[in-house]
């Protein structure tokens, strides 16, 4: 009956150290504002959303990462149908 436990337990802490290790410093990005609240030697940041004073460790301000590299994708149709006449599935 106790053996159960010790192997879920010891088995627990080989993932345990298995895992990768989760990264310690967050990425603080600079806030692009005109007006600076923040006291002397600090500018606004965003951490997981939120702004507020610090200093950045990402050379990029957040409203350029949250910005999307390319614009929506185009569709065309055609009105005309891609099968010939008297083939099964056209009209």
Do not use: E, W
């Amino acid at each position: 009956m106790r053996l159960l436990p010790t192997l879920s337990t010891g088995l627990a802490l080989a993932f345990l150290a298995a895992s990768p290790a989760v990264a310690s410093d967050p990425i603080l990005y600079p806030y692009a504002t005109n007006v600076n609240y923040c006291p002397s030697g600090l500018q606004p940041i965003v951490l997981n959303g939120v702004i507020s004073c610090g200093q950045p460790t990402a050379n990029v301000s957040y409203q350029q990462v949250m910005k999307h590299p390319r614009g929506a994708k185009k569709r065309h149709y055609s009105a005309r149908p891609s099968c010939s006449i008297g083939s099964k599935g056209c009209s």
